[in-house]
T-cell receptor
Framework: GDSVTQMEGPVTLSEEAFLTINCTYT??????LFWYVQYPGEGLQLLLK?????DKGSNKGFEATYRKETTSFHLEKGSVQVSDSAVYFC?????????FGAGTRLTVKP | DAGITQSPRHKVTETGTPVTLRCHQT?????MYWYRQDPGHGLRLIHY???????DKGEVSDGYSVSRSKTEDFLLTLESATSSQTSVYFC???????????????FGPGTRLTVL
């Protein structure tokens, strides 16, 4: 079946550092890809999405590009802030089925 | 924020007892989902609904049943709770289940269930 693999955390960065969280997927057909963010004690919120190959999703300084040739959807941000501390989930949606990665906890220190 | 509420928000119960979790939405979205979140596993789909009285199994459906008698409510039942069902349960909704721009899911605040 479809699956998502993302880099294990936790990831700890200093403020203004560059962030990359790797995500790769296995799926049949043409899934849509997502990054969700979860702040402590809350549900998941959509951060960005891409629905076809070569699409770039972006939001709040975060970006990810749908790479079909490498089956990847890596999350990047040029300069992280303390407020970006959260758990990040990569996910794919394909034929009414949603699959999530295990999540990567990011902590940004001042 | 999408209008999704879950009740109860926290519950402690004993092995073998029945438990029902409720998800209520005010967005009139067609699709509703139940997930469980466990460390190291991310979120895993338990069941989903694509309309009133229309439901289907997800990745980890064993030990769970669901019902949807109204558009706005989606119930998750553990007929006989076990300690392995201790988890955080999230409800989600979406307008569309098919690929495309409308399949974004909106999540509720979660229910923390502990089975002793």
């Amino acid at each position: 079946g479809d699956s998502v693999t993302q880099m294990e955390g936790p990831v700890t960065l200093s403020e203004e550092a560059f962030l990359t969280i790797n995500c790769t997927y296995t799926a049949t057909g043409y899934p849509s890809l997502f990054w969700y963010v979860q702040y402590p004690g809350e549900g998941l919120q959509l951060l960005l999405k891409a629905t076809k190959a070569d699409d770039k999703g972006s939001n709040k300084g975060f970006e990810a590009t749908y790479r079909k040739e490498t089956t990847s959807f890596h999350l990047e941000k040029g300069s992280v802030q303390v407020s970006d501390s959260a758990v990040y989930f990569c996910a794919l949606h394909n034929n009414n089925d949603m699959r999530f990665g295990a999540g990567t906890r990011l902590t940004v220190k001042p | 924020d999408a209008g999704i509420t879950q009740s109860p928000r926290h519950k402690v119960t004993e092995t073998g007892t029945p438990v029902t979790l409720r998800c209520h939405q005010t967005e009139n979205h067609r699709y509703m989902y139940w997930y469980r979140q466990d460390p190291g596993h991310g979120l895993r789909l338990i069941h989903y609904s694509y309309g009133v009285k229309d439901t289907d199994k997800g990745e980890v459906s064993d030990g769970y049943s669901v019902s949807r008698s109204k558009t706005e409510d989606f119930l998750l039942t553990l007929e006989s709770a076990t300690s392995s069902q201790t988890s955080v349960y999230f409800c989600a909704i979406s307008e569309s289940g098919t690929s495309g721009n409308l399949n974004e899911q909106f999540f509720g605040p979660g229910t923390r269930l502990t089975v002793l």
